[in-house]
């Protein structure tokens, strides 16, 4: 299983659809073998999403600066623009899940985050939710979009766009629809629990951390695949 292009230039599949389904499938197994784990690991403040999340934005980082170093085969101009601002929010997305650096060094908060952040962190997403919410819902809107319903569209249609067509490098391929499908598929626990009143687990997960997980991996294997796409080119006109 891997996108189309040419060999040795292909994600695999063990990066784009193993990797992201068996970091969900975790979620259950520790909660039936190991309960207290799953709680250090889940369901509590800088556990295993919140570290793992700048861990896999790394990748699709690198990806968006080799991507500048391409940016000739573009067919237009504002693409390298998109890239590069993709790759600006991934670098944001990390900092800020880290509190720059706070989560592990831990140093004392300069006076004006400890007066402006509700959590006196050295970040911008416990100040305002025009750095939290509202990017997080146009990022849901994109991915739900961009990730889940027009790759299903064009593979259900067999469409397949020109690399001379901004379509090609604008839309994100189909190894993202695993990891965009599962940004929503993470809410399903919290969505039951406000139904019925009732948490389906034995204890509680941190729902909106496992979904900044996949919201970073679906950035990460963007620009990834983005980076895979430049590379066939490359390879087609040498």
């Known amino acids: 299983m891997q996108t189309r292009g040419t060999p040795g ?13 068996s ?10 073998f190991s309960p207290e784990n799953a709680q250090k690991l889940i369901g509590k403040e800088n556990g295993f999403p919140d570290l793992a999340t700048p861990i896999v934005l790394i990748p699709g980082i690198i990806a968006g600066i080799l991507c500048h170093a ?3 085969n573009l067919p237009a101009r504002w693409l390298h623009i998109w890239l590069m601002l993709t790759t600006i929010a991934c670098i944001y997305f990390a900092g800020e899940e880290t509190s720059w650096g706070q989560s592990f060094f831990h140093w004392q908060s300069p006076e004006i985050f ?3 952040n509700k ?20 990022l849901a809107i994109g991915v739900l979009v961009g990730g889940v319903i027009l790759p299903l569209r064009r593979k259900w249609s067999g469409t397949i766009y ?6 090609y490098w604008f839309w994100p391929d189909f190894v993202c629809l695993p990891a965009g499908l599962l940004v929503f598929l ?4 919290e969505r039951y629990a406000d139904i019925t009143g009732h948490w389906p687990f034995s204890a ?7 979904q900044e997980f996949y919201f970073a991996c679906f950035l990460m294997l963007y620009l990834m695949s983005c980076y895979i796409r430049f590379k066939q080119l490359e390879s087609g006109r040498s």
């Not at 970091?23 to 039936?32: D, R």
């Not at 959590?119 to 146009?138: A, C, G, V, Y």
């Not at 020109?162 to 379509?167: A, E, F, I």
């Open 162 to 167: 020109n690399d001379r067509d901004w379509r």
């Open 186 to 189: 993470v809410k399903i626990p």
């Open 114 to 116: 400890n007066q402006l």
């Open 70 to 72: 391409l940016r000739k």
């Open 9 to 21: 230039f292909s994600l695999p599949a063990w990066l784009w659809l193993w990797l992201p389904l």
């Open 119 to 138: 959590q006196q962190e050295t970040n911008l997403h416990n100040m305002s939710s025009w750095f939290n919410q509202k990017p997080r819902i146009l």
């Open 204 to 210: 509680p997960i941190r729902v909106s951390e496992l």
């Open 23 to 32: 970091c969900l499938l975790v979620v259950p197994v520790l909660f039936i």
